[in-house]
């Protein structure tokens, strides 16, 4: 991945931690190592983390460009999200990519596992391009 491409990080993106790792054509991969203040009141990953995880992965998978000069911005119109486990590990690892669409709409699926492989969660969602 260029290193050019990555953007500084959103204010939410900041706060809780995550970080982009891989990014190209219809794919992006973000990583959040698993803290404390994460957690929800039973002390395992807040599923709201998961959701933000999924959108954001989703949304640079339908975004890429390959110039920063160039960035493509996109809104989310619908997101699920379905979760199935919880991390055994200490890292979250985040994966979407751009399954179809046209030229003002695209569609995707995202799955957040940990480093042991486990399935924590999967989406899908439904993106709007915005204007350059």
Not at 8 to 24: K, N
Not at 48 to 74: E, I, K, N, R, W
Not at 95 to 115: C, N, Q, S
Request: aromatic share 12%; proline share 5%; charged share 20%.
């Amino acid at each position: 991945m260029d290193p050019k491409l990555i953007e500084t990080p959103y204010p939410l993106q900041a706060h809780l931690g995550f970080y982009i790792t891989d990014w190209s054509e219809g794919y992006a991969r973000f990583e959040l190592p698993i803290v404390e203040f994460l957690g929800n009141r039973f002390g395992i990953v807040h599923g709201g983390v998961h959701a933000v995880m999924l959108d954001t992965v989703m949304g640079f998978a339908g975004s890429y460009t390959g110039t920063p000069d160039a960035p493509q911005q996109c809104m989310t119109l619908s997101l699920t999200t379905q979760f199935l486990s919880q991390a055994k590990g200490q890292l979250l690892i985040g994966e979407g990519r751009r399954t179809g669409g046209g030229r003002k709409t695209y569609f995707a699926e995202g799955k957040i596992t940990d480093e042991t492989g486990e399935l924590i969660a999967t989406g899908t969602g439904v993106f709007r391009y915005r204007g350059r």
